[in-house]
């Protein structure tokens, strides 16, 4: 069983950064991929980054690249999404995943796994 706990949410302005935090524990952390995904009220869940077990390859999706980098620290068991340049539309629920098989589809949330509870992020105008 994987625990997953995330940390770094917070209210932001517009163009700000914020540095999100997931904690693994139970498992081989360096043998998952990670993911990040987001919900925001009334939406569906979508996908934000994936980074590779060893960190080398990171995905983004379209509306984050070039704002936003995933990052990880197997030694500390923890994942990281750098946010820089915040919209207001970024505002969400964001929550880490961990998949145990380091499928193709990393922007699928159906390929996760195991999911954190979720931390709060809002982007003020």
């Known amino acids: 069983q994987v625990q997953l706990v995330e940390s770094g949410g917070g209210l932001v302005q517009a163009g700000g950064s914020l540095r999100l935090s997931c904690v693994a524990s139970g498992g081989t952390f360096s043998r998952y991929a990670m993911g990040w995904f987001r919900q925001a009220p009334g939406k569906e869940r979508e996908f934000v980054a994936a980074?590779?077990?060893?960190?080398?390859?990171?995905y983004y999706a379209d509306s984050v690249k070039g704002r936003f980098t995933g990052s990880r620290d197997n030694a500390k068991n923890t994942v990281y999404l750098q946010m820089n340049s915040l919209k207001p539309e970024d505002t969400a629920v964001y929550y880490c995943?961990?998949?145990?098989?380091?499928?193709?589809?990393?922007?699928?949330?159906?390929?996760?796994?195991?999911w954190g509870q979720g931390t709060q992020v809002t982007v003020s105008s």
């Open positions: 995943a961990a998949d145990l098989f380091g499928g193709k589809y990393y922007y699928r949330a159906i390929t996760y796994d195991y």
């Open positions: 980074i590779s077990m060893g960190g080398a390859n990171t």
